[in-house]
């Protein structure tokens, strides 16, 4: 009944002009845009300060300490592509290097997302590929049973589906589904534009408390000032 | 009988001077001069290498998820002092981020310390406004129920009033009572002058053994030595 | 029944010549280079980026949030050595500080691994004396209980005996028994020469399913492709 | 473009027999027979030894701290349900208690499943309504901000859809998808009917390696026996 | 600056009438009476299922894996006493076992909150004597450094001073300021009668929705029904 | 360099008259007999109250995610052994459930002691078959990687080697070399007997102060009494 053992060569990616707008935002802004839904769990890190990405998700599900379908996916990567992967129960085995890193990058792929470990710190950020993962763990992995390609998976808490678009940063990851891009690009957009006002006046000393009109319904909630 | 709902508009701050004093000290040094007491707990990192801070507390009681208390603290933060939030339950959303930043700077306000999350990660460390926190996260948080500012507080498992000095850096935050503010100071600077002399007799290849006399006390304990 | 109180002067420590040889692999490889054992768990981390250190260990077993024993071992460590700490119970104390640091180097040692905390990260970071760490915590310790110096250990997971060697980067640490030194530097060097030249390969676009011939076991296992 | 503030009436349920022939086979036996998927994270306990449950889902979304929901989605509830709940980020405030209990059982749900926290452990206890949780706490929540009823969530780990069966009992718990309900019962039941069998001939005495026939896969992945 | 290694043997312990009045009201009640406050973290569990108790303050702050001032305590504690246990530092050593279970009985206490682990839980689970702990640790401790008893202290996250009222059943551990708790027991009878009421009509089959008169606000905050 | 792939079919176990003198007294009193060593990490609990067990060591050492090598062991079973199994990564997946339990208990076998999940908890605590594991999951295992049997290996952070006594009961469990079991039961025998009368005299009233002499030794460190 489940899907281990098989590789979906034909994915819908999102559309190259929504990913590339997408690319533009911070993973906060996209989330907030989006009504503050699909992001990652917050122990996803990036490997190196100020790591970055945003592409379409080539999706793994891989069995804890096993990295044989990271072999397997790196034929399905394109140009463009992130690599998400799930492990089927919690691991922070190192199953991603830098020789890995070398594959995905000459496929085109401009990162890597994993909820597990990985090793090579030091190469892979000179490398400069961005990796975010639940941890850094030089253990190695074997490669002897099946997992899948390009199947939904849950990822550190966010449905992933091949095809949608994942951003990250400093601050995380979030998971854009395939048929809302263009529109949560549109509403980061706006929200930027937004708080770039809003920015402003806050430096020049104007409180959010007047700003965002929040004194009357602090009021009305019962806050009391007292002297 | 609890707080909630309340702003205290007048606290008592800590003496500019003792404040002045100890901002030349590290955490590890004033916790210690101290005796060891006002430490938060370990989890409580910066959020860029190198942070550090040194002011008066404002504090806040907030409901997890919810960062309504912290535009109303803005307005009572003064020049030189530190935000300080606790959660009414654990909680690790993204309650502050560049916008909060720049207008608690704009107040004159030097750090914030908060036990729960924060976002804006490379916002934050481009504008060197330093921040203590539990975790970096992306996720947003509503604003929709009261907490209180200036009430005694738990803060990462440490006792915090308003107006106490609270002095952070890449070893931890540690919290000084306003009325032990200039003591902890002149105990500092007395531990500082102390250790100097220790590093330089070290640094020579004397043992600690010999520069603490420990070896009595380590014979009387029964430590014995194996050749 | 126990070690407690006992300090082991007379150690046999790892060939130099290995320990060098060994110092050129990076803890990735040297893992893998033994079969996939020796690693201590993933918590442990370096206390600034890019630390490094490759050295014969003398061991620690210590009372935890007491760090008389660190100052006991001092004395035995010389030129070339790695303090490696467990505590008998889970610790998170600040058990380590600069001033150690330096009396460590000046006898010698080049790194810290400890099942602990350690504090003064920022002039640790700036003497580049290399540390490896549970935590970072201010939070200082008594000396008021014996441990040990230099009997088997288990720190983070993996058993260490005195005289073994400890190579430590940004990946993790692995402990290489003494009386396999050479053997593990020599598989190292292997691994590292057949990773030169798959790196070239897959830097050309081929994929690790052909140069490492797993087509024909996959289609064994049952992997499926669908389009 | 979220989900939030919506209550979706109208859902398909999993097949009543399908949903009762499930109800026999344990949560391991039934994850195993569907292919070792569908499991929530293991951090899901009962709230009282021996509490088993199995109906089909109707789920909730809710703002971490806040159980309006919970609610909102007791008139969604209808014979059989299990009442799923997952939160916009991880939270353990006690969401749930013995006066909810009391109404999700006068409208014939038989369970809850929740990611959170929740209370009034010794009525729940006495009551006999299995409860199934991420921890135990007293702390109650507000109830100030909209979530969703009977919209696609991920609860520890799992996706759940409105409809679903849910099984749960002292090994955690299990999510059936709807379409695949008679599927995993047939497959269930099977396994079982298998695992008699073999529980006899491992009561006298054989061995897993001969009833299984492993001794040559073993052989040939190179297992060497050492007098 | 600290109290460490200080006794103090005059405390002032809340009303006999309002303690036996807190006895008879659960720590979820009791919390809610209070406006939400009060709580230790849920990680605070008893150590047999059932454990109850009710009592006074006595406090100890106590240094990680050493129990002195356990027995310094007992000498401090009168009848209707808890004794309530801080570390300084984050510790679950097993502090506490059935011989002093046995002395603090025999002294008139009525139960023990530790932040920190206990031993001989078959023994204590025999005596019945109620014991809340964050773990469960057969790992003895020293009795090598001092802390303090009857000093305000901060156990698992919340502020406690000798002689307030202390409350721990199966949903965790409440601490009602000396203060308050007259006025708090009379809340919480209050509360209680106010649940009966809704208990019956929930076991009716009315909604929650309509007891508590939730349709008009959540149609205000924009809930909406999809059919 | 590493054990892995063999099974070692010879090993000398503790003397059966020590296994049963030791199998008399609890896990904290041979803990304490043996001068506070040997005990594995307090995360491994019973799967049932009131498990206990005392047996010689066979060791698995394991793939994490792969219960291979469990069914390997269970030939090399004999009457009165605890299988204890490590895992070579961190790893609570279920890899042992009621089938093993009937065979282990087939063979003669005791009790196990896993570093990692098991399932079927309520089928083994039917049998009485004492298991104390990391966690309860009802995910299974693949069998396609080897481990070894019998080899030394690090449980939850004790060293056992093959032949040790292992003791289990609900304060956790302890690892008694093999050439120290009979030391350690007499230290046992011998500490309980003392224990014994100092149990009736704190149950009489004394204190702990005045039977063990603590007096003087608490005000050479300091100790002062406020009134």
């Given amino acids: 009944m489940n899907d281990l053992g098989l590789v979906y060569r034909t994915i819908e990616r999102a559309e190259p002009a929504a990913v590339e707008k997408l690319s533009r935002y911070g993973v906060a802004t996209i989330h907030e845009a989006m009504g503050r839904v699909g992001l990652m769990k917050p122990y996803m890190r990036p490997v190196y300060p100020g790591a970055r990405t945003c592409g379409t998700a080539v999706t793994v599900l891989a069995q804890p300490g096993d990295n044989w379908m990271l072999h397997v996916a790196a034929e399905q990567l ?52 961005p990796v975010f993962s639940k941890a850094i763990n030089a253990r190695g992995t074997v490669k002897a ?83």
Avoid at 84 to 101: H, P
Avoid at 186 to 206: H, M, N, Q
């Fill in 145 to 227: 049973t099946l997992g899948s390609v390009n199947v939904p998976i849950v990822c550190a808490g966010a449905a992933v589906n091949p095809g949608d678009v994942v951003v990250a940063d400093d601050d995380g990851v979030v998971v854009v589904p395939r048929a809302l891009a263009a529109q949560a690009a549109d509403a980061s957009e706006a929200r930027e534009a937004k708080e770039a006002a809003t920015r402003k006046r806050l430096a020049a000393g104007e409180l959010g408390l007047d700003i965002y009109g929040m004194r009357e319904k602090l009021a009305a909630a019962g806050l009391k000032y007292v002297d």
């Fill in 78 to 129: 394109g140009k463009g592509d992130v690599l998400v992967v799930a492990c089927m129960t919690d691991n922070v085995d190192g199953m991603f290097g830098e020789l890995l890193a070398t594959s995905y990058r000459a496929r085109g792929a401009v990162g890597l997302v994993i909820d597990a470990g990985v090793r090579d710190v030091a190469e892979i950020s000179a490398m400069k590929f």
